[in-house]
């Protein structure tokens, strides 16, 4: 299959700040501010999200008001309504302000037990009601080591869209995110996050058609820095980053903003 070149996709940069189960209300509030703060002025030249703990979405979208921040989720469950008690559906979170919501996050897969079969119901559940849904992907250390990256990315595609309408997969961006790689500080080369995204583009493609895998927005997670951001983005099929623990701290993740959207004035 031949490669699907960047270039002729137009795709704009997207930094996504992933908080995890961080911040208080105060800090949560501080935090976006500042995000808020630093890109003004980037408005349409790329795309800046942020996605808080749940109790914060609210305070997180007063703060980000009249910026060009969008807010995005961190999970969703895979019903609109019901007895489910605990869990958070995806309307309530387009209600909130969210644009976008992070699945499949290896965290959930691996900690929380989070099944292909069960990520393709939150996918279309989510789509449903108009959110972009940030898809993850990644294989574990063994995994690659044993020459399996290809594979496990070939079988998280084919489980985790399951039944997606086609007319529905605009809406997605993929995360590559190889889990050895997550919150460890040992970040994937260039050339690694180059070769998977390239993969998953062309795996797209085989599925939705070249025009709509051009289209396809796919960044990079795992332990990007404002010291290799610029080398990492630098690649042609990787459009951007899931930021986990840099995105706590403004600086660092204007920092990797700049890198993303270089013509930007942080
Ligand atoms: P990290 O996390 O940047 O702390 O490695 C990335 C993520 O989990 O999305």
């Not at 070149?5 to 935090?31: C, D, I, Y």
């Not at 959930?108 to 789509?127: P, Q, W, Y």
Request: glycine share 10%.
């Amino acid at each position: 299959m031949s490669t699907i070149h960047s270039a002729a996709g137009g795709r704009k940069k997207l930094v996504a700040g992933n908080w995890k189960m961080f911040t208080t209300p105060q800090s949560a509030a501080e935090l976006a501010r500042a995000v808020a703060h630093g890109v003004a002025g980037t408005a349409g030249r790329g795309g800046v999200l942020v996605c808080p703990p749940f109790p914060f979405l609210g305070l997180v979208a007063a703060a980000l008001e009249r910026s060009p921040v969008a807010l995005g989720a961190q999970n969703c469950f895979h019903e609109l309504e019901g007895a489910f008690t605990g869990e958070v559906s995806p309307r309530m979170l387009r209600d909130m302000g969210c644009d976008y919501v992070i699945l499949g996050h290896s965290e959930r897969r691996h900690k929380l037990g989070e099944t292909d079969e069960l990520i393709s119901r939150k996918v279309r559940c989510a789509v449903e009601v108009g959110l972009r849904v940030i898809l993850c992907f990644g294989e574990t250390l063994p995994e690659r080591e044993a020459n399996k990256t290809e594979q496990v990315l070939d079988r998280q595609f084919s489980g985790s869209l399951a039944g997606l309408p086609p007319d529905k997969v605009p809406q997605l961006v993929f995360a590559y995110e190889p889990v050895w790689a997550i919150g460890t500080g040992r970040h994937a080369t260039p050339e690694q996050a180059e070769q998977a995204h390239a993969f998953l583009r062309r795996r797209a493609a085989a599925a939705f058609g070249d025009v709509a895998a051009r289209a396809l927005t796919i960044l990079y997670g795992g332990s990007v820095n404002p010291g290799n951001a610029a080398s990492l983005f630098a690649e042609p099929e990787v459009d951007g980053g899931l930021i986990g623990g840099a995105s706590l701290k403004a600086n660092d993740f204007l920092d990797i903003v700049k890198a993303a959207l270089p013509t930007s004035t942080p």
